[in-house]
């Protein structure tokens, strides 16, 4: 058995390494070192959505790994793909979520038509590409959203000096191009509060660095810190009449749900993200209150001084780093009917046995029942126990308890962790 372990390992190894060779020869073939970011807008209403493109901009960074340019995961609500306009290939694509795709599922999208800014960075094109912007049906399958095609030579290209803002490099793990980059942004903190955002950062990066499995991957993160200055203390609260202009414009009471932190602001969130190199971007909130928000390669919020801060902040990374669903299903939350019961989730850690061999049926014991009795025997061990995706029946997550079921649990389950490791493994290598 060790002997096979070994054989594997090594001839992994060898396949790694070769890839490794042609992909760096692939992103320097089609793209520069740098980004081309598309601000744009998704508009519409529960039934229809709309792109309207809003500005292309150069930028400093690009944080990605070189050798991660077609995305495998097949995760997200959208993507974007990425053809060079001459021969037609394929050279860069990535799944994404919106908030605007989370908005179309509330209520008052049946009434209301309303428009969410968005941005898509991809890398710094060397000749004129395709950029097809896809989106998810219910059927689970993409369409067709919009079309660009972009000239990266274009002298319309938006080349304007970025406002700085100060940074550091809190966790330094080695250059950005083979890192997880993770940026947080101070949301919240008065102008004399730089010291305690820079504490606050550094706490939290080492409690993710402690937890599993970021604490056995952590030589693959590093961790940023932008210190985005907000006119007084706290965010917003329109719950309680508090009102801030903050860096991000966050927010509590998003779709009327007191604790669900977000911005709707995202072209200032990613003005200021674009200070560092910044694979996944966490604005962290100066308040005691409780409360956040994640959304998978869009943007992460959690706040800072919460008893449960820690918990929260790490679920949420749960989201917008791995694209995991929740595993909860109490029925205080705004959706209405989330996941189509005849349609198998795209979440990794969900599932509604549609295509259960795509998920984590490699990891259930044969003794294991499917679906799993919600009982002691079964506690902890992984099998597909029902309720999960805001929902009681129809959907499966893999563990009795998790960070994505619960604030209770104090780790990750083992399906959670696989796919955490996965991703952190496309900007890694
Ligand atoms: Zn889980």
């Given at each position: 058995m060790k002997n096979t372990v070994r054989v594997l390992f090594i001839a992994l190894l060898f396949?790694?390494?070769?890839?490794?060779?042609?992909?760096?020869?692939?992103?320097?073939?089609?793209?520069?070192?740098?980004?081309?970011?598309?601000?744009?807008y998704l508009a519409g209403n529960a039934d229809s959505e709309h792109f309207y493109l809003d500005?292309?901009?150069?930028?400093?960074?690009?944080?990605?790994?070189?050798?991660?340019?077609?995305?495998?995961?097949?995760?997200?609500?959208?993507?974007?793909?990425?053809?060079?306009?001459?021969?037609?290939?394929?050279?860069?694509?990535?799944?994404f979520c919106t908030l605007f795709q989370e908005w179309q599922t509330t209520a008052e999208a049946q009434k209301l038509d309303r428009a969410f800014e968005q941005v898509t960075r991809i890398p710094y094109p060397k000749q004129k590409v395709t950029v097809t912007f896809q989106s998810r049906g219910r059927?689970?399958?993409?369409?067709?959203?919009?079309?660009?095609?972009i000239d990266p030579a274009g002298i319309f290209i938006n080349r304007r000096a970025m406002n700085t803002i100060p940074n550091y490099?809190?966790?330094?793990?080695?250059?950005?191009?083979?890192?997880?980059?993770?940026?947080?942004?101070?949301?919240?903190?008065?102008?004399?509060?730089?010291?305690?955002?820079?504490?606050?950062?550094?706490?939290?990066?080492?409690f993710?660095?402690?937890?599993?499995?970021f604490d056995e991957l952590a030589e693959s993160i590093n961790i940023w810190a932008v210190a985005s200055e907000s006119d007084g203390v706290g965010p917003t609260n329109p719950g309680t009449g508090y009102w801030n202009t903050t860096a991000t414009?966050?927010?509590?009471?998003?779709?009327?749900?007191?604790?669900?932190?977000?911005?709707?602001?995202?072209?200032?969130?990613?003005?200021?993200?674009?200070?560092v190199p910044a694979d996944l971007v966490y604005i962290l909130v100066n308040t005691g209150d409780y409360g956040g928000g994640g959304i998978y390669n869009h943007f992460c919020m959690a706040t800072s001084d919460h008893k449960l801060s820690h918990t929260v902040f790490i679920h949420e990374l749960g989201h917008g780093l791995a694209g995991l669903g929740d595993e909860y299903y109490t029925s205080d939350v705004a959706y209405e009917d989330f996941y189509p019961l005849d349609v198998e989730p795209w979440e990794p850690n969900l599932t509604t046995l549609v295509d259960f061999q795509s998920k984590w049926a490699d990891m259930v014991d044969n003794e294991t029942p499917i679906p799993t009795p919600n009982s002691q025997k079964y506690a902890n061990i992984v099998g597909v126990f029902e309720g999960g995706g805001y929902m009681h029946k129809?959907?499966?997550?893999?563990?009795?308890?998790?960070?994505?079921?619960?604030?209770?649990a104090n780790t990750f389950c083992p399906v959670c962790r696989r796919a955490i490791a996965r991703v952190i493994g496309t900007y890694s290598r």
């Open positions: 396949i790694n390494g070769a890839s490794h060779c042609f992909a760096q020869s692939e992103f320097s073939k089609w793209f520069e070192n740098k980004a081309l970011r598309i601000d744009y500005d292309l901009r150069e930028e400093p960074f690009w944080s990605g790994s070189p050798n991660s340019l077609i995305d495998n995961l097949d995760f997200g609500t959208h993507r974007v793909l990425v053809t060079d306009a001459q021969s037609g290939t394929l050279i860069y694509s990535r799944g059927d689970g399958k993409f369409t067709e959203l919009h079309q660009l095609e490099k809190i966790v330094d793990n080695g250059h950005y191009s083979q890192k997880l980059d993770i940026a947080f942004i101070a949301e919240g903190y008065a102008n004399n509060q730089m010291d305690k955002f820079k504490s606050d950062v550094k706490r939290f990066a080492d993710l660095l402690s937890q599993p499995p414009q966050s927010e509590f009471y998003t779709f009327g749900i007191d604790r669900y932190l977000t911005t709707t602001h995202f072209h200032r969130v990613m003005d200021i993200a674009a200070n129809g959907i499966y997550r893999p563990y009795v308890d998790c960070r994505m079921h619960s604030n209770n």
